[in-house]
């Protein structure tokens, strides 16, 4: 029997511009295409240095990965799916990140895991680019406003499907980008405490 070639992913920008690294094959896993993770970094070039992001249902890593090239201070990479979190593991262990942290846990569990903390560590950046057709991105940014864990000026990149509506939003959460490309719409938010 033959095994199935492993997937790639480029990363397009910033020290480890132009490497190709493998992700596991899941089930609705899509890696975010390189035109938009190009748009999104642009957007985000002001903020990435030194911030503390979360890639919520990072999948193949490709959003984490883009911003530890791009010096991101430190990413925590969460998905549930083991295969992904494994390949995650390997690629961060290939570029010789040290400032990544992976966990194979449920997003929802891990943002009441934060909840439930004295004094979490809050995130500058999220990547929330959850599993199309189930309507998870209202009540993802719902329990992110919920458990305290975005600093004051967070920004959220958010990944839906182009006929989609946006859900409402939490009320100090405002769209500041957005575009459409393929299959997919993605807006950029800022959250203002």
Known sequence: MRKAKANQLRI???QWRGRKLSFA???GLRPTMDRVRETLFN???NEIVGARCLDMFSGSGALGLE???RYAGEVVMIDKNPQAIGMIRNNLKLLGADNALSL???AHDYLMDIEGSISPQKFDIVF???PFNKQLVGPFCQLLEKVNCLSDQASIYIEIEKKTVLPELPKNWKVVKQKKAGQLAYYLVHVDK
């Open 128 to 130: 929330l680019d959850p």
């Open 104 to 106: 194979q846990i449920d």
């Open 25 to 27: 094959d899941g089930d």
């Open 67 to 69: 911003a530890l090239s």
């Open 43 to 45: 957007w985000l070039q």
């Open 12 to 14: 397009i920008g910033g």
